[in-house]
């Protein structure tokens, strides 16, 4: 099998991380092609747990290779930490790890400008992870982005004298809008804590596509990693409270630079209910009550980046259709289902409609901006009793089951994978893979 896209159907934190691990198994090659350190992608097996930020989820299986691709924005300082703790934890990366010298990477000033426009704009914040990525993507699309290979040994002063350009610019900003002194840059500085950066990463740098191409060529499996989600896609999500990349499945050849051609499934990964962290609209979330208190108790809902808790809410096959459109989705992976053991009964978001009584059978563009729209939900019976741990499907309740089944009829995709709790253990496949 060639590419496979893992990617979230949702606002983010389905479990992507579970099922990449989970995948790598039968895979060759695991690569991430999106997003940044913005991630957080929980790995669990044994009695072990792992969240990671940056490098993909494949890397506990032995002797299988990760790449991160050019579409990554990586902030170097992060993923030398992320492998200092993982090596602490007996976890070593070797040689197995393929980074793009393409790659843009996230600077100081990226990680200032993004807190600090978050506090200017107040109440309208997007209620970003602070990681910088939006301004590193913003100065990547505005061609005044630093790449790795910009650190080429002998070009260390020419360099040097583009980025006291581009800090020109930024540390007017910094003064005359932000009226902030403590926080201007100095060229000087970061190249000389950047080169020492590039040196330690420099082992892993290549021309990541290259590598791809040739695994696909040669029959291997690879697996194309998506961070975040459908929702928080810069084109298709909920505008303007998203990310600033292409989390969809189309980003995953842009991102890592093999053609369309050379993808042939697209796993979507779903959790059972609804989640979101950060601001912006959210139809099926449950503001208050019980089972919102459930789910996010249950369901430890809490970010694995920022520690934030995430608002909770049922299952909306209008978003998970979405994401089946735009995804092209020839799989699903529902995750959690665990956490809905103690409901009797439980609700499935099938349309939209507004305050004038107009019906939405697809999720509107201006959504993000102007929010208004109820959810129109059929129920179903809950199956009331604990299906933790289960590895067959035989052995879940009938209404378990049934309730599965509906979600897949709604969304019009077959399931490949059902997931009952956090761990690698935890999981029942329903297809080939
Ligand atoms: P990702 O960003 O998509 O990789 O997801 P996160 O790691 O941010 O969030 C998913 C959370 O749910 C993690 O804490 C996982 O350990 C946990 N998880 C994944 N699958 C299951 C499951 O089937 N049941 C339960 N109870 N927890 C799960
Ligand atoms: P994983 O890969 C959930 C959200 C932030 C915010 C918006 C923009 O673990 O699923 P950013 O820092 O990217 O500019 O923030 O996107 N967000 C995520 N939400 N899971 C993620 O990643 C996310 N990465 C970013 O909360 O609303
Ligand atoms: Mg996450």
Known sequence: MPGVVVVGSQWGDEGKGKVVDFLTERADVVARYQGGNNAGHTVMFGDRKFVLHLLPSGIFRENKRVVL???????????????????????????RLYISDAANLVMPYHKAFDKLREQWRGAGKIGTTGRGIGPTYEDKNARR???????????EAIFCARLKEILEEKNVLLRSHYRSDEALFDAEEICERYAVFYERVKPYLCDTSVLLNEALDAGQTVLFEGAQGTMLDVDHGTYPYVTSSNTISGGACTGCGVGPTKISRVIGITKAYTTRVGEGPFPTELKEGPVAAMLQDRGQEF?????????????????????????????????????????????????????????????????????????????????????????????????????????SELVGVPTLLVSTGPRREETIMLGDF
């Open 69 to 95: 691709g050019e579409g990554v924005v990586i902030d170097p300082e992060a993923l030398l930490e992320e492998l200092d703790a993982l090596s602490a934890q007996g976890v070593e990366v070797g040689d």
């Open 303 to 407: 970010g694995a980046t920022t520690g934030r808790p995430r608002r909770c809410g049922w299952f909306d096959a209008m978003v998970v259709r979405h994401a089946a459109r735009l995804n092209g989705l020839t799989d699903l992976a529902i995750m959690k289902v665990d956490v809905l053991d103690t409901l009797q009964t439980i609700r499935i978001c099938v349309g939209y409609r507004d305050q004038q009584g107009n019906q939405y059978d697809t999720i509107p563009h201006w959504l993000g901006n102007y929010g208004g729209l109820e959810p129109v939900y059929e129920e179903m019976p809950g199956w009331n009793e604990p299906i933790d741990g289960i590895t067959e499907l035989k052995k879940l309740p009938q209404a378990a089951r049934d309730y599965l089944q509906r979600l």
């Open 145 to 155: 982005g630093v790449r790795f290979c910009d650190f080429r040994p002998g070009y």
